[in-house]
């Protein structure tokens, strides 16, 4: 059967969602996932590699082209994951080649590790870069509505 709009019905499915707090925060997160995969679907299409589409390789590679050689602990509260997280997914980008992690390079600490970008790092967060430039005018957009919904 048609959903109804009669208001009557519970089982109705409505065709306009409330305006509501709870419905500005569904429509918020909505725009914000569409963001998201706008910002994939560009990375994806520069990238040659499928598995650096997500939030925490681009942000390792970003933040290390942007901030230079870092320790991990760094990159993991930029990152918002803990050690093991971390640990796994710079193994995962030194096996791509992309990162490399020196061990003992702190003349005052000489257990700490440090990570770097190799150069194919560096042209990775450029493709990043260049993915975002690209998306600017969809990610404005849906940044636009967002400041609506939230009354700038």
Not at 46 to 73: F, K, M, Q, S, T
């Amino acid at each position: 059967p048609m959903p109804t709009s009669d208001p009557t019905d519970e089982r109705a499915a409505p065709d306009v969602v409330p305006d509501t707090d709870i419905a500005r925060g569904q429509r918020i997160a909505i725009l914000l996932a569409t963001v998201g995969r706008t910002l994939t679907e560009h990375f994806e299409a520069r990238l040659a590699y499928a598995d650096l589409v997500g939030n925490v390789p681009a942000l390792i590679l970003c933040e290390l082209a942007l901030r230079g050689p870092l320790r991990p602990r760094d990159l993991m509260a930029s990152a918002g994951v803990n050690s093991a997280a971390m640990s796994k997914q710079l193994d995962h980008l030194e096996r791509l080649g992309l990162v490399e992690r020196t061990f003992g390079a702190l003349p005052d600490d000489r257990r700490a590790t440090i990570v770097s970008l190799t150069a194919g790092g560096s042209r990775a967060a450029e493709l990043i870069g260049e993915g975002v430039e690209d998306a600017l005018d969809e990610i404005g957009q849906a940044l636009d509505e967002v400041g609506r919904l939230i009354g700038d």
